[in-house]
C-alpha cells in the first residue's frame, strides 16, 4: 500500500494511506524501528546477523530534522543526532504503525 501524505505532528508520523487509513507513530518508536544495517544488523549467507553495538541514544536522536522521499516507495527520516542511513518502504512503515 502507498502513503499519499506523510507529516510529522509532534512527537508522532501522520501517514496518510491511499486507502483512506491513517497511522500514526511515535517518532520514537519509528527510530528504534530503524531498519538500517548498523540499527537492524546484516545476515551474512550463514545467517549471521552483524550490527553496530548498542549504544544509548541521545536527546535530540528521536527528533526529525527532516523527512525525504526515496522514489516513489518509502521515506529516508533525517535525525537530529545526524542518523540518516534508515530507509522505509512503504510495507514497513505501515507494518511498523500497526505492530502492537
Known amino acids: ?3 499519499t ?6 512527537n508522532e508520523l501522520a501517514i496518510k494511506w491511499e486507502d483512506g487509513g491513517e497511522d500514526f507513530i ?16 546484516e545476515t551474512d549467507i550463514l ?3 552483524y550490527k553496530n553495538p ?3 541514544f541521545s536527546s ?14 518509502g521515506i ?3 535525525w537530529a543526532d545526524g542518523h ?9 512503515l505501515l507494518k511498523v504503525a500497526r505492530e502492537g
Open 5 to 10: 501524505d506523510i507529516q510529522p505532528i509532534g
Open 26 to 41: 511515535a517518532l520514537e518508536k519509528l527510530r528504534r524501528s530503524c531498519p538500517c544495517a548498523g540499527c537492524a544488523g
Open 76 to 78: 529516508q527520516p533525517v
Open 54 to 56: 548498542a549504544k544509548p
Open 84 to 92: 540518516n542511513t534508515g530507509i522505509f518502504s512503504f510495507e514497513y
Open 1 to 3: 500500500m502507498r502513503a
Open 60 to 73: 535530540v536522536a528521536f527528533k526529525l530534522a527532516r523527512l525525504d522521499g526515496v522514489g516513489g516507495y
Open 47 to 49: 545467517g549471521n546477523v
